[in-house]
């Protein structure tokens, strides 16, 4: 599980920064890109949730009628900021673990603006009328193929780079990152092919896209998450994960498991009796990555406890890995197929579970991630200590607020729903409350990520204080020689390298 070091800190250094100085650009575009669309994804959010409650709110304006913003709210989420922020962390992840610079930074920059220019033209459409109507897959037909050619031109490096790298050098984050890699095009390219190029029952088509739905939130960005957290504590903390073997439980009952969820989603349409009972059950069955995956770095994460109060990095990957576990117990809660199933399947708790997921394990870990690897990129510090501060704070009230409420409102909705003697009108009184506190909750989200995405921009541009290494923003006297965030990828026994293979 461990490896030896062969190179002196001064190459190893070397290194690094050429590996850093190779992704600059293609790094910092993806994260600052993503962050400008979760800006226009929580505004698109806030106006969506208003409509819960306030139907008559903006209803001037035809492209901004909830049928078309609600999905165009959840697409900039998935496609402009989820999937960018994932490319930024893969590929600086799997050139620093492969030990290898980027040597397309250019067509992997060229790739971003076509992924951009997909996701703008997509957005367009969807707020223009010519949404498809599939959750999750709501952009024109003819924004898929040129999404996943972009794709492929992004992350087809880092699978070079994980092939090319030196003997000895797999890490569990590599497991998760290079499966989430190959898992993205077999899900997307599958879904896209049956439902936009063959013809079939509508009733499949709906089969096909709750699958969808599932596997790319399962298959995709939890993997994702995940590595990049399995990266980030052992290397922060500088301590050695706390059991090697559950996090091989974690990958592999995640790799078993997710592929089989989905179909919950149709109980009771007219197909076979058991394919939804079969994803309920898988999706329940979700709780055993979620947990181990969280009580594993939760407990690595613990056994540095002052590291864990001054590093930002260390607040959002504990927070994502705390809503990971929250995530898990929802997974069990909504898909109970006798009790919970038939109240939470039309309510406002699915799309609870979704944000649990997207925005409150994925998401945080990716600012943890951002907040890590940006001094790293750019050679200079954060600008301010206490907007991360403020950005923590409102990002965990809001998105846990979003999360509960919309479970825990869809709930009551759906009791409402299985009232057949009462009017619809009591279903939806019952989730007005929920609807508005969800409509606050965004707005404290989005007060925050407008000053994210500034920090970001500034940081981009260089205009950080400069620095000889990535400290970042820890008092002097909590210190070690490379930082309290250090940044030795090959650290030997007992530190990150642990995780090794």
């Not at 893969?90 to 067509?107: F, Y």
């Not at 979700?286 to 056994?303: R, W």
């Not at 944000?355 to 510090?381: K, Q």
């Not at 009108?425 to 007060?447: G, S």
Request: hydrophobic share 50%.
């Amino acid at each position: 599980m461990s490896q030896d070091t062969s190179n002196s800190p001064e190459k190893d250094a070397i290194v690094r920064a050429s590996i850093d100085r190779s992704l600059r650009h293609p790094v910092m575009f993806f994260f600052t890109s993503g962050a400008a669309w979760l800006a226009v994804s929580i505004v698109l959010g806030v106006i969506a949730s208003a409509k819960n409650h306030s139907p008559d709110f903006l209803s001037g304006c035809a492209w901004l009628t909830y049928g078309r913003v609600f999905p165009a709210h959840i697409n900039a989420l998935i496609y402009g900021w989820g999937a960018q922020a994932a490319f930024g962390v893969i590929i600086w992840l799997m050139s620093r673990l492969s030990r290898q610079e980027c040597r397309a930074a250019g067509t992997i920059l060229t790739a971003g603006h076509i992924w951009n220019l997909g996701v703008s033209l997509g957005i367009l459409g969807i707020l223009s009328g010519h949404g498809t109507g599939m959750p999750w897959m709501e952009f024109p037909f003819f924004a898929w193929p040129v999404l996943l050619i972009s794709y492929t031109a992004i992350v087809i490096w880092s699978l070079v780079q994980f092939r090319v790298r030196p003997s000895g050098h797999t890490y569990i984050s590599q497991w998760f990152l290079v499966a989430s890699v190959i898992w993205f095009p077999w899900v997307y390219l599958t879904a896209n092919v049956l439902l936009h190029c063959m013809s079939g029952h509508p009733v499949m088509a709906a089969g096909i896209n709750a699958w969808f739905r599932s596997a790319i939130l399962l298959l995709f960005f939890l993997p994702v998450g995940i590595g990049t957290a399995f990266y980030l504590v052992p290397k922060v903390t500088g301590k050695p994960i706390y059991s090697y073997t559950l996090a091989q439980i974690g990958f592999w009952s995640l790799a078993i498991i997710a592929p089989w969820t989905g179909m919950q989603k149709l109980t009771g349409a007219p197909i076979p009796y058991f394919p939804p009972y079969l994803g309920a059950a898988a999706t329940v069955l979700i709780a055993i990555p979620a947990f181990t995956v969280a009580a594993n770095l939760i407990a690595t994460a613990l056994s540095s406890g002052e590291t864990v109060s001054h590093s930002p990095t260390l607040r959002f990957t504990l927070a994502g890995l705390v809503c990971l576990a929250l995530f898990g117990g929802a997974a069990v809660f909504l898909n109970l197929p006798n009790s919970t199933l038939p109240l939470t399947q039309f309510s406002l708790s699915g799309y609870g579970f979704d944000i649990l997921g997207l925005y409150g394990f994925f998401s945080l870990v990716m600012f943890g991630a951002i907040y890590f690897i940006v001094p790293r990129i750019t050679r200079r510090e954060w600008l301010s200590r206490r907007l991360i501060k403020m950005h923590f704070f409102l990002s965990v009230y809001g998105v846990v607020t979003v999360a509960l409420v919309a479970l825990f409102g869809g709930l009551q909705q759906g009791i409402g729903q299985e009232q057949f003697d009462q009017g619809w009108d009591n279903a939806a009184a019952r989730a007005t409350p929920y609807a508005i506190a969800t409509t606050l909750a965004w707005c404290f989200i989005l007060f925050s990520n407008v000053f994210f995405f500034m920090h970001l921009t500034l940081m981009w541009l260089r205009l950080g204080r400069r620095s000889s290494h990535p400290t970042l923003l820890v008092d002097s006297h909590h210190s070690s020689p490379h930082g309290p965030e250090g940044d030795i990828d090959n650290a030997g026994p007992g530190t990150a390298a642990a995780s090794a293979h």
